[in-house]
């Protein structure tokens, strides 16, 4: 009986159909190409895959040779197994190695995208958050929000500028006493020789008067130089609080 013809062009077309619609199969397929191993979990898996590459290289491919060629040709099947042996193991640590490469890479991405997304929310929150509702803290003050220590400053500022006005109609009414008195004492001086000493009187209670009021209204602005720099260290202050805050995250 002579052997099988396994190189005709109908079987060799047939076969090589087969197995790029295989490999096709396995490449469009996510999942790892595990390698082949036996139904008994006992066997070898190594073992498995070369007696399974032995026996398609040694099967009756040989018919009714010569006694003398089979063990050469027995030699080249296992010299044919071995060798697509290796090139199997070769090709799935290739394969598993690509796989777990990529997905170290896709978690790494994920990772550093996870943690961008957070930053970028922590930013955004601190963005949005209201600036008067930002609490702040000092030696010289105690901790409260930045709305409540401006309505604080524009109560004082309020009350500065009512004392101020409250100080311009009592100068006002002083220079128009001045006025009078000099008005007075030049009537007197007029009249005879004895205003001279009411005329210095008068004069001592005006310079009195006006070093009075010059200490006021002396005393009133640096008041209010010192609530302005108060609020002026209390912005300066917050804002690079802010600042050191947002450049740490």
Known sequence: MPPPNYFAPEASATAIEKAHSS?????????IPAPQGPANPTIDPQKHIYAKLQA?????????ADSNACPKSSNLADIFALYGQDIYNLS???V???????????SAFHAQAANTSAHTTHLYNNISYPLSATLCQ???FPSASLGRHMRTLHKRLSAAETELDRLNEEWKRCVGE?????SARAGTGSAGGGGGESGGVAR????ELVARIDDVVRKRGEEIDELDEEYRH?????????IQAMMAD
Do not use: V
Not at 56 to 64: E, L, P, R, T
Not at 98 to 104: I, K, L, Q, V
Not at 178 to 182: F, G, H
């Open 23 to 31: 490999l096709r199969a396995r490449l469009r397929s996510e999942d």
């Open 56 to 64: 398609i290289f040694s099967q009756d491919s040989y018919g009714q």
């Open 92 to 94: 799935i640590r290739a």
């Open 96 to 106: 598993q190695a690509a796989h777990e490469n990529t997905s170290a890479k896709i």
């Open 138 to 140: 000092s030696e010289n």
């Open 178 to 182: 001045e006025a009078r008195i000099l």
């Open 204 to 207: 001592k209670k005006k310079e």
């Open 234 to 242: 209390l912005l300066w202050t917050e804002s690079n609080r802010m």
